[in-house]
């Protein structure tokens, strides 16, 4: 990742909201976007304090995580900063499992996203007006 960027785990709701607004992503009231974030695993690359990257992660602690977002701003694409958010969220949900558990991963592909999710492991579940929803099974060994 760039030197001038950094991940945080904050992302106030009106910035969330912008960088929805920025990528074409449906609008609603900040006041549920609030809730949302708090009630998620996120991790923003933020460069000079303006974010540029954001994931969140719905998880219920058991074995079900659906990845809700993952945006990087248009003019950041093609940095590879898509691939570092994926990778930090894989990596902290390996990081979760204990012998013996697995979890179900999931997320919506934005239309077209779909082969930057694969390389991640996830398989299509093809839908007509929507990208594809996409899972994949995560687990650990029993030693």
């Known amino acids: 990742m760039n030197s001038n960027f950094m991940m945080t785990d904050t992302i106030s709701p009106e910035e969330y909201m912008e960088m ?7 609008d609603f009231p900040v006041e549920q976007a609030a809730e949302g974030l708090k009630n998620s695993y996120k991790w923003c690359i933020r460069e000079n304090d303006r974010p540029i990257g ?13 990845i809700a977002d993952v945006i990087v701003l248009p003019e950041y694409q093609g940095q590879g900063l898509g691939r570092e958010l994926m990778e ?16 179900m991963v999931t997320l919506m592909s934005a239309k077209g996203k779909n082969e930057f999710y694969k390389k991640f492991g996830f398989v299509d579940r093809p839908n007509e007006k929507f990208g594809p929803g ?3 099974w995560m687990e650990r060994e029993v030693v």
């Not at 929805?20 to 449906?26: A, E, L, M, Q, T």
């Not at 954001?54 to 659906?66: I, T």
């Not at 930090?88 to 697995?102: C, D, E, H, N, W």
Request: no cysteine.
């Open 54 to 66: 954001l994931a969140r992660v719905v998880w219920d602690h058991g074995y079900v995580v659906y």
């Open 134 to 136: 996409m899972h994949q």
């Open 88 to 103: 930090t969220i894989l990596a902290f949900l390996r990081s979760q499992l204990k012998p013996g558990y697995r979890f």
């Open 20 to 26: 929805r607004r920025i990528v074409g992503w449906h």
